[in-house]
């Protein structure tokens, strides 16, 4: 896969992309998300032609799996790539290796197995290879805390929270999954918009 990045070389970027990352994740989080080093990281994986991507081994085989079935149930493909086609399940192991704490890191290594463990347990099978719409029930009962804590469901949310990240400072996710205008014109005080509408990226980050 080949994304092409760049390191944010102003704060006036910077400023930018964090007002667009904040309509897609929250203010809060995208403050959080994108300090400096994290933000650096980042976009240190998403070189082109993988330049810079680097070993690490924080998921065994089948976590990685999971984490891969994971992030096309919550961001499939539809009119733009799936989380997988842009590598986001290789950026969360990423970005947590290199800029989240060991509990941080432990908390994903849990919910990983706690997902597995509830699909072995109501589907003799792993989760991996239950179909799409099983997928989606499973993880809707661990969104509505149906058989899992409320510790389980937020380990969940931060694992949600870094693949949204992943997905929007691709690409394809600040190009085509959010609006773009490349040149704005004149200022405009009211356009339409729509709770569907998209949320606006900035392209001349790539």
Known sequence: MTLNHQHLSADSDRRSFLKKLSLAVGATTAAALATESRMAQAFYFHQPDGAGKRNHALFNDLQKAVLFELCDAVLPRTDTASATEVDCHRFIEHQLVHCHSKQEQENCVDILNQIEARAQKENKQSF???????????????????????????????????????????????????????????????????????????????
């Open 128 to 206: 991996t290879l239950l179909s799409k719409e099983k997928q989606q029930q499973l993880l809707t009962q661990l969104e509505q805390q149906n058989g899992f804590s409320s510790e389980q469901k937020a380990q969940f949310t931060f694992l949600k929270v870094l693949l949204v990240f992943g997905y929007f400072t691709s690409e394809v996710g600040a190009s085509q999954a959010l609006n773009y205008q490349a040149v704005p014109g004149g200022f405009k005080g009211s356009i339409p918009y729509t709770k569907n509408s998209k949320a606006w990226g900035s392209k001349d980050l790539y």
